[in-house]
């Protein structure tokens, strides 16, 4: 016979599970496109064009949506 904290526990290990799947979900690798993805420029291989700068812009745009909310 479960009590009400046996199925306090059980719901707080749902929402785990759940919170788990959703954040793996996000954590979804970037297809190759062959372009740049942040000046659009065509790439042979990665994701970004060579030397870093676009690579650095593109984190940063994608760090000021997250505080900003807008992802």
């Not at 919170?19 to 372009?35: C, D, L, V």
């Amino acid at each position: 016979m479960t009590d009400i904290f046996d199925q306090a526990s059980d719901i707080e290990e749902q929402h785990r599970e759940l919170s788990i799947r959703a954040a793996r979900f996000k954590n979804q690798p970037i297809k190759f496109t062959g372009r740049c993805l942040y000046c659009n420029e065509e790439v042979s291989n990665g994701r970004f064009c060579y030397g870093g700068d676009c690579k650095e812009d593109w984190e940063f745009e994608q760090k000021i949506s997250k505080i900003k909310g807008l992802r």
